[in-house]
């Protein structure tokens, strides 16, 4: 049996420059944190001879090509494996559709382990590459490549998305108070509804391709945001880091009409109102987690929880990618 997992992450700063309709002529930069949510991958050898699979639905099936998830036909086909004794389960701490990043994390774990199946040894920056190129290349889905290197690498990492397709990945050496401070003061509430990413990138992805003059102009802001925020993290400033956060959630909603709703605006102003000092909705927009910096956490805490909301707590992660059972 083996058993791998992949971190879900929350982004920083400069979401949205790291998919290619935009990086590939204007190089991307974004900052991702790794937390302790994790999306497990176990593969064991099947009594019967049939691929089963099991995740939000059960398949059992003959061959590779008659697999129905896009992402675990194209991981099989890629590394090799084609069967027939296999069973691979997925198991997810928190549902897709969320914002954090739980495809990349999904991708990069079921990799993981059929590698360590098929005792291949494939490094990080391999990893991540081997799961865009099934999610972007492959499949077709109009998505940036953050939540797949971040779950390779873990810990607080900016990433430089180069015009040529080369990513750069510099873990982010903070200060150990900044990082407690950082780790304490992030709250993520979630805000009832799930959405898909594809859809709302899918606008912006268009936009790009046509060159849109406003949609250029605010990933280029979005790309300085993030750079400022970098420095504002390296310097201790968090309340600057959390004014940034503001303004990037401010300037996002101008992307797309569906990145926010009436539901949404009300609950993060409702926040501000209670000793936030910052945030956003985590991932593409539409739905998932308000992520919010606060010094005041119970104060935040105890109005978000009257307005029905649930809260995730969350830890960062340094470890990334990770085989955590092989026998």
């Given at each position: ?75 099989l ?31 990069t ?53 180069q ?8 873990p ?76 990037h959630?401010?300037?996002?909603k ?30 593409a ?43």
């Open positions: 049996m083996i058993i791998t997992r992949s971190p879900m992450r929350i982004s920083l700063g400069g979401g949205g420059t790291d998919l290619p309709s935009y990086y590939r002529e204007h190089t991307g930069f974004v900052i991702s944190a790794a937390i302790n949510r994790y999306v497990y991958i176990t593969i064991n050898e099947a009594f019967w001879p049939k691929i089963s699979l099991k995740y939000s639905k059960l398949e059992e099936v003959e061959h590779v090509d008659q697999i129905q998830h896009p992402i675990i036909r194209e991981a086909k890629l590394t090799g494996v084609t069967g027939p004794y296999l069973e691979i389960v997925s198991v997810s701490d928190v549902p897709a559709g969320t914002g954090l990043g739980s495809s990349g994390s999904f991708t774990a079921l990799l993981r382990a059929l590698h360590t199946f098929k005792r291949n040894f494939v490094p990080r920056q391999e990893l991540a590459e081997q799961a865009c190129h099934i999610e972007i290349d492959l499949l077709k889905e109009p998505i940036g490549k953050q939540d797949q290197y971040i779950a390779a690498f873990g810990g607080i990492t900016c990433f430089r998305f015009t040529d397709d080369r990513v750069l990945a510099e982010l050496q903070l200060p150990a108070e900044t990082l407690a401070n950082l780790e304490d003061n992030l709250l993520l509430f979630f805000t009832g509804t799930a959405r898909s990413a594809s859809q709302i990138l899918r606008d912006q992805d268009t936009r790009t391709r046509q060159n849109s003059r406003e949609m250029l102009e605010m990933l280029h802001f979005t790309k300085q945001l993030g750079m400022e925020s970098r420095d504002a993290l390296l310097a201790g400033d968090l309340r600057h880091f959390a004014e940034l956060m503001h303004a959630w401010e300037h996002k101008k992307r797309s009409p569906g990145m926010s709703s009436c539901h949404i605006d009300e609950l993060y102003e409702l926040g501000r109102a209670h000793g936030a000092l910052g945030g956003k909705v985590i991932g927009g539409g739905g998932g987690f308000l992520m919010f910096y606060t010094e005041d956490k119970t104060r935040l805490r105890q109005v978000m929880r009257t307005a029905g909301l649930r809260e995730l707590r969350i830890q960062f992660d340094f470890a990334g990618n990770t085989v955590i059972a092989h026998s």
